[in-house]
């Protein structure tokens, strides 16, 4: 199946991705980031189980990473000389399918870890001693890096998304990785309401921190200094939740069912899989049994998006796209 429009077309690829079938894959519920590394690997985390997973552009698995993380809810890929590196934040919890999908807290919370690509953790960041702590929780959803060998100054920006809707800004110089500040929205378009993603975006001769603020619908933009510089998509976006970059167009993941690519000037170019209709549907973005309990949805459709949660790129500019829901799905749209 071929969607797309404005030439910008892609074939649908349905079950992409060759996860082995098992009962954490079949019963667990997917909410994964996504990262492509230069060989044009895709990197995703399991369903159920504390594992990432390797594929190949062709979907077969092609390894795996033990972690003994609760989530790999975001996923970011580095390169420190000739060295690749994750990026994970893992929010802390879970849900699980012995408590009827409610959330249960992992044995260390919210964290942020660097780790190689065999899964030895290189650092963790500490969360922030601030006073909003002292009550409220740590769940972090992204992590991004301004890239020396993109001409950045290796900081690190990590998104409180589903805690206190700040986004912190660490040193990597630091051997503990020294915090260096906090924004939180309010010095710029409006306070942050679930920050769900950051990205560093370097198509420019300046380099620009994205934020997805995707409870108030909208990108705030700060230069990588947290100066804030401007708001996009208040118009045309429903739920942005993660970035990726092909050339340069910004391709946004929307969890409200869709796909929005961006071009250099932060216009809407067109929409991927809309199908925004069915996060009106009960139990969205699964299905409920008769006593209420979430169950993976039949509401699927080939062309159609229900919950882009983790997207990535690769060099032919090709879209992988990993959803949130029970079982997950796994689509990759070949470009044409």
Not at 249 to 273: K, S, T
Not at 275 to 295: F, H, R, T, Y
Not at 306 to 329: C, F, K, Q, T
Request: glycine fraction near 12%; charge should be negative; hydrophobic fraction near 35%.
């Amino acid at each position: 199946m071929r969607i797309g429009a404005n030439g910008h077309s892609y074939d649908w690829i349905s079950d992409w991705a060759r996860i082995p079938d098992s009962a954490s894959a079949r019963a667990g519920w997917a909410h994964p980031g996504l990262a492509v590394n230069a060989a044009s690997e895709i990197i995703t985390f399991h369903q159920g189980d504390p594992t990432l997973l390797v594929f190949g552009p062709d979907g077969e698995l092609r390894r795996t990473i033990e972690t003994g993380l609760t989530e790999g809810h975001g996923i970011t890929l580095t390169r420190e000389g000739d060295t690749d590196f994750l990026w994970v934040a893992d929010t802390g919890s879970k849900r699980l399918p012995q408590t009827d999908y409610g959330y249960q807290t992992g044995p260390v919370g919210g964290q942020v870890v660097k780790m190689t690509l065999d899964g030895r953790i290189a650092l963790t960041l500490e969360r922030p001693d601030l006073a909003i702590y002292r009550e409220g929780r740590y769940q972090p959803t992204s992590v991004a890096v301004n890239e020396e060998r993109f001409g950045g100054n290796g900081d690190v920006w990590v998104a409180d998304g589903y805690g206190q809707s700040y986004v912190h800004r660490y040193s990597r110089f630091s051997k503990a990785g020294e915090y260096l500040g906090s924004i939180n929205g309010e010095e710029g378009g409006g306070r942050f309401a679930t920050p769900h993603a950051v990205w560093i975006d370097a198509r420019r001769a300046e380099p620009e921190l994205y934020v997805a603020d995707r409870s108030n619908h909208r990108i705030q933009v700060y230069d990588v200094e947290g100066t804030f510089k401007r708001v996009v998509g208040a118009d045309f976006l429903s739920s942005p939740s993660a970035f990726a970059r092909d050339g340069d167009l910004l391709i946004v993941a929307e969890l409200r069912a869709r796909l929005a690519i961006l071009d250099r000037d932060d216009r809407l170019v067109c929409y991927l899989g809309d199908n925004e209709a069915v996060c009106a549907k009960e139990g969205w973005p699964n299905m409920l049994n008769g006593s209420g309990v979430p169950i993976r949805t039949d509401r699927l459709e080939p062309g159609k998006f229900n919950s882009p949660h983790g997207i990535g790129a690769d060099r032919e500019g090709n879209l992988y796209v990993a959803e949130w829901l029970i079982g997950g799905r796994m689509t990759k749209l070949a470009k044409v």
